[in-house]
Every structure is written in C-alpha cells, then in structure tokens.
C-alpha cells in the first residue's frame, strides 16, 4: 500500500532540510520564504533491521524494502486559508497526503530569518493550526448547507448527518483540529467524507541545535507542554545533523558519526517509524531464494487483504496462507528448518496478519 506524508511547517523552519536528509532529493533549501514553491516529492525506503537479518539467512538474489512517500509542502503564512501567499496551494497539497509531520523551529540561528522575526514553535503552531481549521470551517459549512437541504425531506438519516456536521463545526470553531472530535462510528464515516486537513493525524518534529538532539531545549520543552493534551508524538531531530549523514558515503562512516553525537540512530529513522505507528501500520514479509522483500498494511488487515498488497489477484483467488513467526525463523535458521519443527502455521481468510510475519500465500484464479 502506498504511504504518503506532508512535510509542513512555516518558511524556514528546516522543512526542506530534513527532506533532502530523508530522500537524498536535494530540494532547494533557501534562507527567504517560499524556497518550495511545488511539493517536492521523494521515496524513501523504510528501515527495518528484520528485512536485513531476514536477507542475511537466505542470501537472495534481491532485498526490496518497503517505501513512504514524502512531500516537502510550501511554506504556510498567515492567511492561506484565505490564498494568501502560496496558501491554496499549500492546502491542497496537504489534502492529498496520508498525515501531516509538522516541523517546528526550536534552533536560534542569526543567520537563518524567521518570519515573524523571532523563536517561538508555540506560536508558529498555532499558525498552522488556525489556518488549517478556517479552511476546514469553510468546508464544513458548506457540506452542512448542502445537509440541510436534503434534510427538508424529513429523512431520519439526513437530519442526523445534520447533526454530525454541526456537532464538527462547533468543535472547529472552538480551535480545536477535528481528529479530536468525539463522534460514533455514523458520525466518523461523514467526518472521513468531508477529507477534512485537521482530520489527518500528526507527527510534531522539533527541529533542534545540535547540542540539543538527545535532550532538546527550552523551546522544545515548551512545545511539549503546549502540545501535551494532544494526541500526538513529539520526536526531537536535528536537521542540521541529518544533513550531515545524508553526506557520509559508507554505513560505517554513519554509525562512527552517530556514536560521536551520542546517537543509536539517525532521526530519520524515528521520524519514519514514528509515521508508522502514527498510521497503526506494520510490516510483513515474504521471503525466498529470488527475493526477499517487505510489505505495508494496516494493523488488524486480515491475510487476504495482506495478500492482495502483492496483487489484487492474490487477494481474489486466496485459498490459504502458510506463516512463520520472525522470531522462530531467526532461531531455526531456515524455513526447511521451521517446517521440520512444526513451527509453519497454515491459516485461512480469518487470520490476521501480525507485524514481522513471514508469509507464502496459496492462491487460485
């Protein structure tokens, strides 16, 4: 399944920065407003050790890992919502993507201009937030107006959808994005009909100063207590240093760079894993002499559905599924091995695939 995040943020707050780290895409990255004009759009692949000591055991011809697909969006000002500056093209953009990665400045640079003229990420969120929920306002007015037409009919339904789309409205213009609204699930089906921008689940990344990366600052602590009622993670990266190891030409030269600043691992990393568990996604794999390769899908995805990732076919024609746990293949060492241990569970339409599953699908068209 294809997996899409939008970089946003206000204009030079290091969005642009940390995409060429993420994708090796060298966009422009300009100190003055509106360096990104269109989104720039990058595949990154998805690191995931589990598909390397998987290759590893079996020595395959090829290693596909899985991807996500990353748009560094325009910067926003104040009034977008209303076209100002890129505004309308910087809120279409957003529409498209799967979730949103706010990047806010919590570095202090004189040589890098802020836009409002000093650090602040508390405000700078807000911001974005305010024209985020002006936008979707005036989306949900006019789904409401169209509601309350049909409603004059007297339909049971329509007067209910009514209901919902007021309930969405009066939760927006108390500031507040609508992925926090309470609603059944009827209710949750119409807020996913309205595509609303502030419906979309977000990742909140504090671009940092270097000496800040492990335990950040005073300005990324005061984002997180403004943030901290929300439902959301906050991760803090450097972009700045992931620029740096998006330089370096060999493993080895990354992971000496990351043990010199104290790291585990680049930023990156958590910023995709974190997109991941944002989206309630996992990783299977299927894995052989030819090839051994990861696929998305979302948790609870039941192994048809898992199968019909690879090919729509796949999925119609699903007899049955043979799995092995990556644990027990790690410990055993091969699937000849696993077979003979009894370890390879054979499971129908009902099964539902868990995260690290090694797969072989049986099917017939």
Request: charged share 25%; net charge negative; glycine share 10%.
């Given at each position: 399944?294809?997996?899409?995040?939008?970089?946003?943020?206000?204009?030079?707050?290091?969005?642009?920065?940390?995409?060429?780290?993420?994708?090796?895409a060298k966009a422009l990255a300009a100190n003055y407003p509106f360096a990104t004009k269109d989104p720039n759009v990058g595949v990154i692949t998805v690191p995931d050790a589990r598909l390397d000591?998987?290759?590893?055991?079996?020595?395959?011809?090829?290693?596909?890992?899985?991807?996500?697909?990353?748009?560094?969006?325009?910067?926003?000002?104040k009034g977008a919502s209303k076209g100002e500056g890129l505004g309308n093209q910087f809120l279409a953009n957003i529409r498209e993507t799967d979730a949103i990665i706010h990047v806010v400045r919590c570095f202090v640079d004189d040589n890098v201009v802020h836009v409002d003229g000093n650090v602040d990420p508390v405000r700078d969120k807000e911001v974005i937030d305010t024209e985020l929920i002006l936008k979707d306002i005036d989306t949900v007015e006019k789904r409401l107006d169209r509601q309350k037409k049909q409603a004059k009919s007297g339909s049971k339904d329509d007067v209910r959808l009514v209901e919902y789309a007021e309930k969405i409205l009066q939760h927006l213009s108390d500031a507040k994005p609508a992925r926090s609204v309470d609603l059944d699930d009827e209710g949750m089906e119409?807020?996913?009909d309205m595509y609303l921008l502030t419906a979309k689940p977000i990742l909140y990344v504090c671009n940092v100063d270097e000496g800040s990366?492990?335990?950040?600052?005073?300005?990324?602590?005061?984002?997180?207590?403004?943030?901290?009622?929300?439902?959301?993670?906050?991760?803090?990266?450097?972009?700045?240093?992931?620029a740096d190891i998006a330089e370096l030409e060999t493993k080895e030269e990354r992971m000496e760079f990351l043990a010199d600043m104290g790291l585990d691992e680049p930023g990156v990393n958590k910023l995709i894993h974190s997109a991941?568990?944002?989206?309630?996604?996992?990783?299977?794999?299927?894995?052989?002499?030819?090839?051994?390769?990861?696929w998305t899908i979302r948790r609870g995805t039941k192994?048809?559905?898992a199968a019909g990732v690879i090919h729509t076919d796949f999925e119609k024609g699903f007899i049955r599924a043979e799995v092995i746990k990556y644990?027990?293949?790690?410990?055993?060492?091969?699937?000849?091995?696993?077979?003979?241990?009894?370890k390879m569970g054979v499971e129908g339409k009902e099964y539902v695939v868990t995260d690290g599953d090694v797969m072989h699908f049986r099917f017939n068209v």
């Open positions: 399944m294809g997996l899409k995040c939008g970089i946003v943020g206000l204009p030079n707050v290091g969005k642009s920065t940390l995409f060429n780290a993420l994708t090796s000591k998987l290759a590893e055991l079996i020595n395959p011809r090829s290693l596909v890992p899985t991807t996500v697909e990353i748009l560094d969006i325009a910067g926003l000002i119409l807020l996913k990366v492990l335990t950040g600052n005073e300005h990324s602590e005061r984002f997180r207590k403004a943030v901290a009622d929300e439902p959301a993670e906050v991760i803090l990266i450097s972009a700045g240093i992931e991941y568990k944002l989206l309630n996604l996992i990783t299977y794999f299927t894995a052989g002499e030819k090839e051994v390769r990861a192994a048809p559905g644990d027990d293949y790690v410990r055993l060492g091969s699937e000849a091995a696993v077979k003979d241990a009894g």
